[in-house]
């Protein structure tokens, strides 16, 4: 058995038990701390904390490690809810191309963009996805990632949307993170279904899902409902069609336009709904009648230069708010959650309390983790980050670009 006794931490971080599922509106900016703390861990298991004037010493000191944290905090592992990391080639060329003043629609429009990754992707053996992939997740367990939402969506054939898939299945099975799944067959209308949209949709709701329901490729499913991709009536009839085989929605929605596709997915039982750079009345309406975790994307915003999420004005509707990296070779090519903590503060206004929480207790409930993740409790066998020696908690986003992570429990 593998012991090992934190002291001296000077902040132990979203602590406790019977910790909330989800925080919302001012409750945000609550984060239980526990100054000069303690933690024991008996492989990755959490069985003691509290305060170090608490600790009743060791007994059995056989096998066990004892790690001085002194100036340095330790947190939960951040949840990444909204990733695309299985891709087959980074996209810098289009990064060049929108220096010089192309859009990402006019991009999408050139046969760059989604399309051209499926084109990479489908010349792709399942091994060198999977081990390209790997390398990304042990970069994102590095900086702090501790459970991560993987989407497919750049296959669009029935062969490479199911090759995508069995990846991500390899991927749980391999790694000591959680991993989810999420079905993206609806990212993109592939080339020879532009005039044929109904073509492609039946090909996803015929042949790609009762695959995925038999080999269990899939917790989740999405759809990128935005002018140009899918339309609000396609999104509803692929999300129904996912929830009769037990997929929950979970979708990118209100990027570029408000098309009513918030209200569409809550009704469906979406558990997020992702990007919301654009943001109306009625969705905001639909999300207080709901638990569904509205999730803005920061790292998408600031690569693209499209507006950013409102999360003030969320918050202020007394509504939760997750964050996630939406890491992808097109709109966001950084997956290091430290980051969008920063990008969080200082872009959408949150406070570091209110966007820990959203990297967090709420990204966990987005991917159906907040039993086991987000926080910090007895029995927990989650990952933990140990911070480098810092002056305070808001060092972490306030220094942004800095990787202040000295270890990772995992
Ligand atoms: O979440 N918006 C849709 N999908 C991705 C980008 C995909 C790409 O450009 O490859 C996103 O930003
Ligand atoms: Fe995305």
């Excluded at 080999?215 to 999104?235: K, T, W």
């Excluded at 975790?293 to 950013?308: D, E």
């Excluded at 969008?340 to 967090?360: D, F, G, H, R, V």
């Amino acid at each position: 058995m593998r012991k090992i006794l934190i002291k001296n931490i000077k902040g132990l971080v979203q602590v406790g038990e019977n910790l909330p599922l989800i925080r919302k509106g001012k409750e945000m900016q609550e984060l239980p701390i526990l100054e000069n703390a303690f933690l024991a861990l008996e492989d990755n298991e959490v069985i003691a904390y509290g305060l170090m004037e608490d600790w009743e010493g060791i007994t059995d000191w056989r096998d066990l490690e004892v790690v001085d944290a002194d100036g340095r905090f330790v947190l939960p592992a951040f949840c990444d809810s909204h990733t695309h990391t299985v891709f087959a080639k980074s996209r810098e060329e289009e990064f060049v191309d929108k220096i010089h003043g192309l859009g990402y629609e006019e991009i999408a429009a050139k046969g760059g963009g989604i399309l051209n990754s499926a084109r990479k992707l489908a010349e792709m053996s399942e091994d060198e996805l999977l081990q390209l992939a790997q390398k990304r997740i042990d970069k994102m367990i590095a900086c702090g990632t501790g459970a991560i939402e993987i989407k497919s969506g750049y296959g669009l054939s029935v062969a490479a949307e199911l090759k995508m898939l069995r990846v991500i299945k390899r991927l749980k099975e391999t790694n000591s993170i959680a991993i989810k799944a999420t079905f993206l067959g609806a990212h993109a209308f592939p080339l020879k279904f532009k005039e044929n949209h109904q073509g492609y949709i039946d090909l996803i709701i015929n042949e790609m899902l009762p695959v995925i329901a038999s080999e269990n490729l899939a917790e989740y499913i999405d759809v990128f409902c935005e002018r140009n991709y899918f339309s609000l009536d396609e999104m509803s009839e692929i999300l129904e069609a996912g929830t009769k085989y037990g997929l929950i929605p979970k979708v990118h929605v209100n990027q570029f336009s408000v098309m009513g596709a918030v209200s569409k997915a809550i009704e469906l039982g979406a558990l997020s709904v992702d990007h919301l750079e654009e943001l109306g009345d009625e969705d905001v309406i639909s999300l207080q009648n709901s638990n569904c975790i509205p999730t803005l994307l920061p790292g998408c915003s600031h690569f693209l230069g499209i507006p950013f999420g409102d999360a003030r004005r969320l918050i202020n509707a007394n509504l939760p708010v997750g964050l996630a990296s939406d890491f992808n070779p097109g709109s966001t090519p950084n997956y290091n959650l430290f980051t969008i903590w920063s990008l969080a503060c200082i872009k959408l206004k949150m406070t570091p309390e209110e966007s820990l929480n959203a990297l967090t207790i709420n990204a966990a409930f987005a991917m159906g983790l907040s039993e086991t993740h987000g926080k910090i409790c007895l029995g927990s066998k989650a990952p933990l980050i140990l911070t480098k020696e810092i002056p305070s908690l808001a060092y972490l986003p306030y220094s942004f670009g800095e990787l202040n992570v000295e270890r990772i429990f995992v």
